[in-house]
Each structure stands twice: as C-alpha cells, then as structure tokens.
C-alpha cells in the first residue's frame, strides 16, 4: 500500500483481479464499456478499484508522464479534521440517534465536507451517508431521537430521484441548529445493455465512494469511529498533489452524469488544480458533449455556471469550457442569432472576461463584490454578443444575452435585464470617453442615443451662454448613471475595454488583442475622478425638483403621459445642468418656457 497518512486513515484494498494485461491499463476507454457492461457489476467494481490502484503507481503507461508533469503542485493538508462547537452537536444528535434507537449503522460525512476540513476550511456542507438504511428512514429514527428530548424538528424533507435528469437517489433533509443536513444511503450502480440509467441498490463505502465525481470528494469522515476514510486510495494523494481526477474511468463518469464535467472544471477553478489527461481527453469527447446538453437540465448547468463565476477562479473555469469545446454547449445560442457567431467566440469571451477579472481585482478601483462582481463578470464574457439578436416565436428581435441567461442557463430574469442594461450603457459611455479624458464637450453633438437630451440643453444653454465648459458632459453623464445606477462602474470598464480595440476587429487572433489594463486603470480612475468632481456621485438618489403634479399645474396639462414624460426630461436636464439651483428658480424657468410657448402659439 503506497498511501502513508499522518491522520487516521481506514483504507481496504480488494483481492486483486486483472481482466487485462497491466501494459494496457492505461487505456481504459477502449475497453471501460465492455468491461462495465458485460461482466458483472461486483467484479468489475473490484477489479477498477485494483486499476486506480495500479495507475498510481505506474509511470511507464500512456499518458503517465504528461500527468506526472502536471501535479507540481504540493497542498498543505491539516493533521486531523478539528469540528466546530456546531458540528460536535450536530454528530452528538446523529450518533445519539444510533444509542437510541439501538441501532447497528455506521455514519458517515461524505465528500466536500471531508475535503474542505482537510484543507483547513470552513464548511457548512454536510451530507450524511447511511450504510444500512435509506435517508428517509433513518430521519424518522433522528425525529423519534429528538422529540424524545423534546427538541423541536426545525424542518424536513424529501426529493424525490428524478433520473431523467441524472438525480438517481432520494435525498432527505433536515435542519439541525440552523443547518441544513442531507442524509442518503450508501449506493452502488448496475446499468443494462442499452441505458445510461443505472439502478441504484445499497451498496458498500468502497462502492459509495468509486461511484463519485472526483477522488478528492470520494472522502469520506465516519462518525462511529472518528476517523477519515480514504476507500478509493487516491482522495489524499490528488489532494495534496492538486489533481482532478475521477475514481472510475473519466468517460464512464462523465456518461452517468455529464454534469460531473463541470463540477470538475469548477472544482479545478476553485482550488487551482490540475486537470487529468484522461478526464480532458473524455471531457471534450463529442458523445460527453452530446449527453451534456441533452441529458441535463438547463437549471442544473446554469447553478454550476453561477458557481465558477461567483468563484474565486472564473478565468480559469471559462478557460477550460473553451479548450474543451464545451462552451457552445453550456452558453447554447439559438439557430437564428444574427450575426452568427464567430468560430473563436469562446476564446474572445474568455479573453473579454480575464481582462475584466483583472481589472475589479484591481485595488483603489473601486469596490466590485457579491451581486456587482458576479454580473459585471457576466456582462464581459458576454460582450462580444451585445449587438447579436434572434427572432422569437412572433418574429421579434430579442438580444442573445435574454436566451443565454431564459433558456441556456435559466437563471433570473433581472441578471438579464442588468446585463443588457449594462450593454447598452457601456455604448453609450464609449462616445464620452474623450470628453471625459479632455474634461470638455468634444464631439458630442450627434449623438444617437442623447438626441432629445441634447435638443433640451441647447434651448437650456442659448439663454445662458455663461454654463461651464463641462455642462454637455454633466447632463448627459447623469442621464447615463441615473439609467446604470450603482453598476456604472460596470459599464465604465467595459466600455474601457472596448475602447482598446476600437478600430481592430474582434474576428481576428486573440493573441492580438492587447488591452493595456495599465492604461485603462488609469482612464478609469481619471474619469471616476472626474464623475466626483462633478458632484455625480449617486446622481440616482436625487430626486427631481418638481414633482408630477406641479408639472401639470404649472404646463397646464390636462392629462396625458407621454407630455409628462418630455417635461420631466426637460427639468431633469436643467437640473443636471444646473446642480446648485433650486426648486423655484427650475419652476420659475418652467413658466417661462410655458410663457415662450404660449405667445408663439
């Protein structure tokens, strides 16, 4: 056994049994199916179990030296799993469960619990795996425990397994001291000739253990004991070594749930691990690709999405969408996008989204976390499809970015709406850039989205030739924050991002996309300065001098919306344009206006 631990490790090795010569072992997809479908299910389990084994051990076999030269990375692992004062009452409940109810069940945390407690983390992720009883029956038992001691059950209940979505088991749940609890039983699989769907039977905690996504969440902490359980062999060594790998074949883990693609990817973001050889090779293979986009729900791939880039390693995890020609399949695009999108569109996103993962990670830039972080992220992975439309059941034009977010990834319908806002915004901040870097109105006097905004400034402006030079700016500027609201920043850098290839077209090789991040932390920090100084700082919050009501008295309106609207743009531009003016003298230069109107009527 090669595995040597400093903390207490139960580790069972199985008689070995080879089914093939040892110099091929390092080929398992060729041969990973027949042996999964026609040998029966205990041997073959027994005999994967003496293959990992081997793989370790071996640098002779195909592939074996590339992933060798993959795992220089060396994690520093805590000595022994030390539980918070919550989890010590937590496991006190469970295990007095079993004194109880006097039963003979051994208890154990499963997966990234078991992992996160290693690399000294907190973690509130709590599954509980059940050697001889289902979820839901040992919650009974656990209710039964607790009302005995009169404590209150603070919530339960139990999903049902839906296979058709690759959720093959029951789960029950339980809140315990304010935490949620799964429990769910130790399982083995058996598939037929001609179906990806396994049946799931009670199975051992080698089993249990060989049927997971990755070997770092194959860990197990049995509660009976005390003890961390490492029953694949492999669990401590990748991660201490920093390698994502799968206990079973890659290709055969990846075909039962194709969801376990991107919990790799997200997993190797997250701690910045390497990636297997094998599990890339079967990562990007088209029949996993396939089974990706057709056997998982849209929820359940948008939630994984969500999780790499609310993650501390975005750019890496859209990186590995892209190199493993799973980005089309993830971000799935409708067939009459207009224009199509570029071959290279994954990689340009990538690169739109690493220079803004820079930029927010920048310090002194701003504060860019939770809600604004995640979509600002969003909105420069997505960039180059701002201006990229299809046309929906009743011929309307909507943007690609509703359908990536409604139906690719469904998630909220407000992060589409932000994103799309943010879009918008950042096209119109790219034609003030130079009048905010000269701190003047240059060349903004065709501008397509402020044409109304512009022709009330003018009438503002003739009768009063002594407004300072950075009116223009001002009043378009607060039309522009007043729309973004907090994520002008947002906008501001993305627009900053485009401005560096302005003039280069985004079709060509994204090693020539250079975008001076220097230079434009430096521009952005020029115009957030100039926004300051300008006093526009939450311009949003201002509420307007006059209010609807005296509109209509003082415009003589009768009625009618679309009038109020116009006179509503009108003052909010007098105001902008004058920041220390008060509610008198912007009606005062209402009724004149109303006045000018009348006599040439």
């Given amino acids: 056994m090669r595995l040597s631990l400093p903390i207490n490790t139960i580790i069972t090795l199985p008689t070995p049994i080879l089914l093939i010569p040892p110099s091929l072992h390092r080929k398992p997809n060729r041969f990973s199916t027949v042996a999964f479908r026609r040998v029966s299910p205990s041997l073959c389990r027994c005999w994967f179990s003496t293959l990992k084994a081997a793989m370790t051990t071996t640098t002779t076999a195909v592939g074996g030296e590339e992933n060798q030269k993959q795992s220089k990375l060396s994690v520093e692992l805590k000595e022994k799993i030390d539980l918070t004062e919550k989890e010590r009452k937590i496991f006190d409940r ?50 039964e425990y607790l009302s005995s001691r009169d404590e209150q059950v603070q919530g339960d209940t139990v999903i049902e397994r839906n296979p058709d979505q690759s959720k ?18 130790l399982r083995c699989e058996e598939y037929t000739e001609n179906s990806r769907i396994p049946t799931m039977k009670f199975g051992t905690a080698k089993e249990d253990a060989y049927r997971r996504d990755l070997t770092i969440n ?74 990706l986009g057709e056997k998982i729900s849209r929820e359940r791939i948008g939630n994984e999405i969500d999780l790499m880039i609310s993650g501390n390693g975005p750019v890496s995890a859209v990186t590995h969408l892209s190199d493993l020609k799973l980005f089309g399949v993830v971000f799935a ?43 600002a992220l969003y909105a420069a992975l997505f960039l180059p499809f701002r201006k990229t439309v299809y046309k929906d059941n009743k011929g309307k034009l ?132 100039t926004i300051h100084e300008l006093g526009l700082d939450n311009i949003w919050d201002v509420k307007p001098l006059v ?32 920041p220390n003016g008060s509610a008198e003298e912007c009606k005062d230069w209402m009724r004149e206006i109303q006045a000018k109107r009348q006599r040439t009527e």
């Fill in 218 to 291: 194959s860990l197990f902490y049995n509660l009976n004991t005390g003890s961390v359980e490492d029953l694949t062999e492999r669990g401590i060594d990748d991660l201490k070594s920093g390698r994502i790998v799968t206990p079973l074949p890659a290709k055969a883990t990846f075909l039962d749930d194709p969801l376990r693609v991107l919990r790799a990817i997200r997993f190797g973001a997250r701690f910045g691990f390497t990636l297997d050889n094998e599990l890339k090779q079967a990562a990007s293979s088209e029949e996993v690709r396939v089974a």
């Fill in 168 to 185: 093959h088991l029951e789960t029950a749940k339980m809140r315990i001291y304010d935490q949620w609890i799964d429990f769910v039983n």
């Fill in 333 to 375: 695009l409708p067939s009459s996008s207009e224009p199509a999108p570029l071959e290279n569109c994954g990689s340009l996103c990538q690169a739109y989204l690493e220079a803004m993962w820079s930029l927010i990670q920048t310090p002194g830039l701003g504060k860019f976390s939770g809600e604004v972080r995640r979509l």
């Fill in 94 to 143: 469970l295990l007095g469960t079993l004194r109880f109810c006097d039963l003979d069940t051994q208890l154990r945390v499963a997966g990234g619990w078991v992992r996160d407690k290693l690399l000294g983390r907190d973690s509130d992720d709590i599954d509980i795996a059940i050697d001889n009883m289902s979820g839901s029956e040992f919650l009974d038992k656990l209710k």
């Fill in 398 to 529: 909507i943007p690609v970015v509703n359908h990536i977010f409604k139906f690719s990834l469904k998630r909220k319908t407000s992060d589409a709406e932000t994103v799309i806002n943010i879009h918008r915004t950042t096209e119109k901040f790219l034609s003030l850039i130079a009048s905010f870097r000269l701190k003047n109105d240059v060349q903004l006097d065709k501008l397509d989205w402020a044409t109304n905004i512009l022709e009330h400034w003018k009438s503002i402006s003739l009768g009063d030739p002594e407004l300072p030079a950075t009116s223009k700016i001002r009043v378009l500027t607060g039309f522009l924050l007043r729309d973004i609201k907090d994520f002008w920043r947002v906008a501001l850098l993305t627009s900053l991002l485009l401005s560096t290839v302005d003039g280069m077209k985004e079709d060509q090789e994204i090693g020539h996309l250079d975008f001076q991040l220097d230079k434009l932390r430096e521009i952005y920090q020029t115009i957030e300065e």
């Fill in 547 to 578: 209010n609807g009501r005296e509109i209509m008295q003082i415009a003589e309106l009768s009625g009618g919306s679309s009038l109020i609207r116009e006179w509503q743009q009108k003052l909010l531009t007098w105001q902008l344009a004058y």
